[in-house]
């Protein structure tokens, strides 16, 4: 089968950096996207990693690993507007999308 | 540029009765998507349209739902008869082809209610 985990909750506070991982267990992997998602809006895009390594846009940064199954999105400078709802998503071939399970960011003052 | 518009925004119906969303992409994206999400779960992919052909459909419960886009641009789900289990917010997405790397742009949803 396809899955993807992540953790389910993370709290930080304002200013600081967080790290939410998603570990993926899919067949014929291409590249992982992440979506931000706030409560009772629509899912929109942050990052997409089809090779190993760091991508950067922003306060935002998201890695891949292919050989450990494994990729993780950074959120510097924390703000309150961040909290949300985080999905990873695996794109594999034969053309389709699975998502994760979401992790919801709570940022404090 | 205008983005994906579905309707309604939201619907109450009872068990067994039948129900249809309706989807329009963002101008000139061959590709669209249909998603469930229960509430706190990810998004689910129902099925996947390149222009008027189906992708994938392979989480697409047939014995109820079914879903068409006629001419390659509008979209419609239908499930028929909901059950309760049916209960969620169904995501209209489009994207410019079908390659992982295109951003999926989502339309504000359509949330369900089955009493």
């Known amino acids: 089968g396809q899955s993807l985990e992540q953790p389910s909750e993370v709290t930080a506070v304002e200013g600081a950096i967080v790290q939410i991982n998603c570990t993926y267990q899919?067949?014929?992997?291409?590249?992982l996207s992440w979506y931000q998602q706030h409560d009772g809006g629509a899912p929109t895009f942050l990052s997409y990693n089809g090779l190993d390594g760091l991508e950067e846009t922003g306060r935002f940064s998201s890695f891949l690993s292919r050989s450990d199954s494994y990729g993780y999105l950074l959120l510097q400078e924390l703000q309150m507007k961040d909290s949300a709802s985080y999905f990873c998503?695996?794109?594999?071939?034969?053309?389709?999308?699975?998502f994760g399970p979401g992790t919801r960011l709570s940022v404090l003052p | 540029e205008a983005g994906v518009a579905q309707s309604p925004r939201y619907k109450i119906i009872e068990k067994r009765q039948s129900v249809a969303f309706w989807c329009n992409p963002i101008?000139?994206?061959?590709?669209l998507y249909w998603y469930q999400q229960i509430l706190g779960q990810g998004p689910k992919l129902l099925i996947q349209?390149?222009?008027?052909?189906?992708?994938?459909d392979s989480q697409l419960p047939k014995d109820r739902f079914s879903a068409e886009r006629l001419k390659g641009v509008d979209s419609t789900l239908k499930i028929q008869p909901a059950k309760l289990e049916d209960s969620a917010v169904y995501l209209c997405?489009?994207?410019?082809?079908?390659?992982?790397?295109?951003?999926?742009?989502f339309g504000p949803g359509t949330r369900l209610l089955v009493l």
């Open positions: 349209f390149q222009n008027n052909g189906v992708v994938d």
């Open positions: 899919t067949s014929g992997f291409y590249g």
């Open positions: 998503a695996a794109y594999n071939y034969g053309q389709n999308f699975v």
């Open positions: 101008s000139g994206h061959a590709t």
């Open positions: 997405a489009s994207s410019l082809a079908s390659s992982g790397q295109e951003t999926q742009y």
